[in-house]
């Protein structure tokens, strides 16, 4: 479950929290993780200020060798297919 937290701020609302982003192009690949970081919202006068996302590379280093090593093994079963 993502980690979620409210600071409230004397101008207004800081909302920072923990994100996956699944990306309909890497769902679809067995064995894919999605992407993580963490999302800042600061809301001032009830409207959104700024949005900001932090992907921590290495859940993108990660998604990469996985995303590698399902291509690979895909070429490697289409090979032997056509033996």
Same mark, same amino acid.
């Given at each position: ?40 919202? #600061? #809301? ?40």
């Amino acid at each position: 479950m993502p980690q979620r937290h409210l600071v409230v701020l004397a101008d207004g609302l800081l909302a920072s929290y923990r994100y996956r982003a699944f990306a309909d192009t890497y769902q679809r690949v067995p064995g894919v993780e999605p992407v993580e970081g963490t999302a800042v919202v #600061v #809301v001032r006068a009830g409207r959104i200020a700024s949005f900001a996302f932090t992907t921590e590379a290495a859940t993108v280093a990660r998604r990469t060798r996985q995303l590698e090593a399902a291509v690979a093994a895909r070429s490697r079963s289409r090979r032997r297919l056509r033996r």
